[in-house]
């Protein structure tokens, strides 16, 4: 079983469209949460770290629920320039600080 | 200030050979971890370096090797190259801030090398 879980997609939203993303991870003891954002070919960027409390920024709003152990991200008012593929991102909590991705989620936004 | 930075951009092997990548973390990170990310698949760990030492590792062969610096850069080496090989390798720097509670430090990542393997 894969530590962590995504709707591959792919999400074809219209610009303005609200759209929301999940996933799902396996392990209780997961300590970071993360979304990461990947255009075709270029290297993950950090959208946002995820709080407990939940935390937003600009657009975007993340949400982690410890208790289901899911994540999820919520964008506003998409622009075609959030085109990519979301991958959400978690870190055990160990003695290191690997990353455990999922699948990513791709969005396309449609003018 | 620079962020992570990797090369080459590309690389071109065969199979049987051997290939260095190499990595500088962003300034104020002293800790690099490699990933291999497969065309249409997420990266996946390979191991991470801290201190000059490998604290973590992955579920990869001893074929991939690699080394920390006292500067903080590395390298990455992969011996007897096959063609599943072929990847963009990523590394991703981050500071590490000890043990217990609040260790939400983020990695950032490189621009990468995309290997091909012939």
Redesign the interface.
Same mark, same amino acid.
């Given at each position: 079983r894969k530590e962590v879980e995504q709707d591959p997609g792919p999400f074809n939203v219209p610009e303005g469209a609200t759209v929301a993303f999940n996933c799902t991870y396996s392990n209780s003891a997961s300590q970071s949460f993360f979304w990461y954002r990947q255009d075709c070919r270029k290297e993950p960027k950090l959208l946002m770290s995820v709080y407990s409390s939940g935390n937003e920024d600009g657009r975007f709003t993340a949400q982690l629920n410890r208790a289901s152990q899911y994540i999820s991200l919520l964008i506003r008012d998409s622009k075609l320039s959030d085109s990519a593929t979301y991958l959400c991102v978690v870190r055990l909590q160990t003695g290191a600080n690997n990353l455990f991705f999922g699948t990513g989620t791709r969005l396309t936004v449609i003018p | 200030d620079a962020g992570v930075t990797q090369s080459p951009t590309h690389l071109i092997k065969t199979r049987g050979q051997q290939v260095t990548l190499r990595c500088s973390p962003k300034s104020g990170h002293d800790?690099v971890?490699w990933?291999q990310q497969a065309l249409g698949?997420?990266?996946?760990?390979i191991f991470?370096y801290?201190e000059e030492e490998e604290?973590?590792r #992955?579920n990869f062969p001893d074929r991939f090797s690699g080394h920390q610096f006292p500067n903080y850069s590395s390298e990455l080496n992969v011996n007897a190259l096959l063609l599943g090989d072929s990847a963009?390798y990523?590394c991703?720097s981050?500071r590490?801030i000890g043990?217990g509670a609040g260790?939400?430090?983020?990695?950032?990542? #490189?621009? #990468?090398t995309?290997l091909s393997i012939l």
């Open positions: - | 800790t971890s990933y698949q997420e990266p996946q760990f991470q801290y604290r973590q #992955g963009l990523l991703a981050s590490d043990q260790r939400n430090q983020p990695q950032h990542f #490189g621009d #990468g995309r």
